[in-house]
C-alpha cells in the first residue's frame, strides 16, 4: 500500500460530507460568475442606455447572491472542518494503536520526540490540508475554468489570448513542487530532532541538573535550534523566489487585457461593458494563478507528512500473536476477564542476539509451577533479557521458551502477558493516583485488594502517610516518590495481578534487610502454583529459592540450590563470602583487571 492509499483510507468515511461540501463550493463558484456579468449590464444596458428601471433589480440581484454565498460558505467550511476534524481523529487513533502494538524492538530505535511529532506537527499538516487546501484548490480551478468560459461567450479571441499564461504556470508549478519537497523533508527531520532535544533535556532534568550542564545543553539547544532555523528560511527561500513569477503570470492577464481588450472596444469587436463584465472575471483567473505557489507549499508538506507518519505506522511488529493461535484478548474495552494459565516455564536451548552480537547463550533451564527461581550475576550477564524473552518482549533467535510446555511464540501474546506479574528494574509510574498505578493490570478490583497487594509489599504504611494517601497523586506530575517507595508500588502492582508468573527484576534492590525479609515471608503466602522469578545482587534475595542460576557474560555457568552452589565454590560461593564476609582478593583482583 502507498501512503496516499493509506490517506485515502480515512478520507473515505467522511466522502459524503467532503462531496456535499465540493458540491456547495460548486454553487459558490457558478454564482462568482454573476456579479461581473450583472457589472456588464449595469453598464452596457443602465449606464450607456439609460434604462434605469433595471436598476434596482440588479442590485437587488447582487444582495440576494451575497447573501446565499454567504449562508453556503459558511455551511461547507463547516462540512471540511468538520471532515477534517474526523479524518485526523481516526487517524490519530489508528496510529497510536499501533504504536502500541509495537514491539520493544521499535521502541528502543525511536526517539520520543520523534514518534510525538508524528502524533502533532505531522497531523496538524494533514488536517490543514483537509480542512483548507482541497476546497480552496478545487475552488480555485472551478473559478478559473467558469471564468475562461465566460470569457470565451464575450469574445473567444480574448479567452484564447488569456490562455497564453496557462502553460508558463503549470511549468512553474511543477518545478516549484519539485523543488520544495526535499526542503520540507529536512524541515520536519529538523522539527522532529528539536521536539526530540527537548523532550530528552525535559525527561533528563535531573541529570542535567545534578552535573551542572545547563550550559553545555543550551549550547546543544541553541545548535538544534539554528537547524530548524536554517532548515525553514533555506525551505522559504525556495519557495519564495517563485512568488515573484506567479504574481507576474497573474498581472500578465490584466496586461494581455487592457492590450488587447482595449483593442477590441477601439476596433468595436466589443462593447465597453464587455471589457466590464471581462475586467470583472479577471480575479477569478487571477486567483489561482497566485494561489499556486502556496499551494504547492501545503500540498507537499502534506504529502511529507502522509509519508512520515506511515513509514512509522507501517513499521510491523515482529513480536505478535499468530494467527493460529486463540484469541483471548477482551473484544469489549472494558472487559477484564483473563483465563489463567499454569506457570510452568522451561528454556531449551535459548540464544538470542541483537546487532549480531550474542546476549544470551544456550540458556536451558526447567521450572515447574509454583516454584521460585534466583537469577543472579554480574551486571550486563543478560537476566532482565532471559525474563524479556519470557515476557516476549523479544523473540529468542534459536532454541525455545516454553511456558506450559507451549512455545511462547505460539501462545496468545495478551493472554501470555496478562498472566505474567512484572516489577521491572526500571520503574515507571504513571500520573495517576497511588490506587490507581497498582490497580493498573485490575482496574476491576476492588480497594481491600489494592490495599493487601500494598501490605504485601510492604507499601501500605508510607502510602496512608502520604497527604491524600492512595488517592495521592505519583508519577511524572505528581509527588515524588523515594527508589524504594516506587519499587514496593510497582512491587504491588505486579502482585495485584495474581499471576501465574511473578518476576521481580532488581526490585528489592532499593529496600532496606528488614523490609526484604518482611516482603520474601509475604511471597511466601502468595498463592500456591505461582512461579516467582527473582533476579537480584544480595544472596539474601534469593537464597531460599528452589534453583538459583548464576548468570555470566550470556551464560548460565552454576545452577543448583543455594547449599549445592556453596559447595561449589564458585562463583556464588565468592559472592556469598564477599557479602556475608571478607571480600576475596581473586575476586577484586577480577573487577580491577575488567
Ligand atoms: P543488570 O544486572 O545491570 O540489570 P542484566 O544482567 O539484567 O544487567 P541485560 O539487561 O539482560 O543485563 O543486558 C545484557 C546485555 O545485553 C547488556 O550488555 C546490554 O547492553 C545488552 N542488551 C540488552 N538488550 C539489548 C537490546 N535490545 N539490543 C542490544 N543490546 C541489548
Ligand atoms: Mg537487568
Redesign the pocket.
Same mark, same amino acid.
Given at each position: 500500500m502507498t501512503p496516499m492509499k493509506w490517506f485515502y483510507g480515512f478520507l473515505k468515511k467522511y466522502r459524503k460530507l467532503m462531496i456535499s461540501g465540493l458540491f456547495l463550493t460548486t454553487i459558490i463558484a457558478a454564482l462568482s460568475i454573476v456579479n461581473p456579468y450583472i457589472s456588464g449590464i449595469m453598464v452596457d444596458d443602465v449606464i450607456v442606455a439609460g434604462n434605469y428601471d433595471l436598476l434596482p433589480k440588479l442590485i437587488g440581484c447582487l444582495v440576494a447572491i451575497t447573501l446565499v454565498t454567504c449562508v453556503l460558505r459558511f455551511l461547507y467550511l463547516l462540512m471540511f472542518e468538520t471532515a477534517s476534524q474526523g479524518v485526523l481523529y481516526d487517524m490519530r487513533s489508528t496510529v497510536y494503536r499501533k504504536l502500541l502494538e509495537e514491539d520493544l #524492538?521499535f521502541y #528502543?530505535k525511536k526517539r520520543t520526540g520523534d514518534l510525538m511529532s508524528r502524533q502533532t506537527g505531522d497531523m496538524d499538516a494533514i488536517r490543514h490540508f483537509v480542512a483548507g487546501i482541497i476546497y480552496s484548490v478545487y475552488q480555485n480551478v472551478l473559478l478559473f475554468a467558469f471564468a475562461l468560459v465566460m470569457i470565451f461567450t464575450v469574445s473567444p479571441k480574448l479567452a484564447l489570448c488569456m490562455l497564453v499564461v496557462l502553460p508558463f504556470t503549470a511549468i512553474s508549478t511543477f518545478m516549484q513542487s519539485k523543488e520544495v519537497k526535499p526542503a520540507f523533508q529536512r524541515n520536519r527531520d529538523c522539527f522532529s530532532s528539536l521536539n526530540a532535544f527537548v523532550q530528552e533535556n525535559i525527561s533528563g532534568n535531573r541529570v542535567v541538573k545534578a552535573f551542572a550542564k545547563e550550559e553545555y545543553e543550551k549550547g546543544k539547544f541553541q545548535v538544534e535550534n539554528d537547524r530548524f532555523r536554517d532548515a525553514q528560511i533555506k525551505g522559504s527561500r525556495v519557495w519564495m523566489k517563485y512568488v515573484p513569477i506567479f504574481e507576474i503570470l497573474a498581472y500578465a492577464l490584466t496586461v494581455v487585457l487592457m492590450l488587447y481588450g482595449g483593442y477590441m472596444v477601439i476596433q468595436g469587436e466589443v462593447t465597453l461593458g464587455d471589457l466590464v463584465k471581462v475586467n470583472g472575471y479577471l480575479w477569478m483567473l487571477n486567483s489561482p494563478l497566485r494561489m499556486a505557489g502556496w499551494w504547492v507549499n501545503d500540498i507537499q508538506n502534506f504529502v511529507t507528512s502522509v509519508e512520515k507518519i506511515y513509514a512509522t505506522y507501517s513499521e510491523e511488529p515482529k513480536v505478535r500473536t499468530p494467527r493460529f493461535a486463540p484469541t483471548q484478548k477482551p473484544e469489549a474495552e472494558f472487559d477484564y476477564s483473563h483465563e489463567k494459565i499454569r506457570g510452568e516455564v522451561e528454556f531449551r536451548d535459548v540464544s538470542y542476539s541483537? !546487532?549480531d552480537?550474542d546476549?544470551v547463550k544456550d540458556i536451558s533451564f526447567k521450572v515447574e509451577a509454583g516454584q521460585t527461581v534466583g537469577i543472579i550475576?554480574s &551486571?550486563?550477564?543478560?537476566?532482565? &533479557?532471559l525474563m524479556n524473552l519470557l515476557c516476549r518482549f523479544?523473540d529468542a533467535t534459536t532454541g525455545q521458551v516454553l511456558v506450559n510446555g507451549t512455545d511462547v511464540r505460539d501462545m496468545d501474546l495478551y493472554n501470555l502477558r496478562d498472566n505474567i506479574g512484572m516489577a521491572m528494574?526500571d520503574v515507571f509510574l504513571f500520573s495517576d493516583t497511588v490506587e490507581g498505578n497498582i490497580a493498573y493490570g485490575r482496574p476491576d478490583c476492588s480497594f481491600d485488594q489494592v490495599k493487601k497487594a500494598a501490605i504485601m509489599a510492604d507499601a501500605n504504611h508510607f502510602i496512608k502517610s502520604m497527604p491524600d494517601g492512595y488517592d495521592t497523586i505519583v508519577g511524572e506530575r505528581g509527588m515524588g516518590l523515594s527508589g524504594g517507595q516506587k519499587q514496593r508500588i510497582s512491587l504491588a502492582r505486579a502482585l495485584l495481578k495474581d499471576p501465574s508468573i511473578l518476576i521481580l527484576d !532488581?526490585t528489592t534492590s532499593a529496600v532496606d534487610m528488614e523490609t526484604e525479609s518482611y516482603i520474601q515471608k509475604q511471597l511466601k503466602s502468595i498463592k500456591e502454583g505461582c512461579t516467582v522469578f527473582i533476579i537480584a545482587y544480595r544472596i539474601s534475595s534469593i537464597k531460599d529459592a528452589d534453583l538459583i542460576l548464576v548468570?555470566d557474560e550470556g551464560r548460565i555457568i552454576e545452577r543448583g540450590t543455594h547449599s549445592e552452589l556453596l559447595a561449589m565454590d564458585g562463583y556464588y560461593a565468592k559472592a556469598f563470602h564477599n557479602q556475608y564476609g571478607e571480600i576475596p582478593e581473586e575476586l577484586l583482583q577480577k573487577k580491577s583487571i575488567a
Open positions: #524492538n #528502543n541483537a !546487532d552480537e546476549i550475576g &551486571t550486563g550477564s543478560g537476566k532482565s &533479557t523479544y528494574q !532488581d548468570m
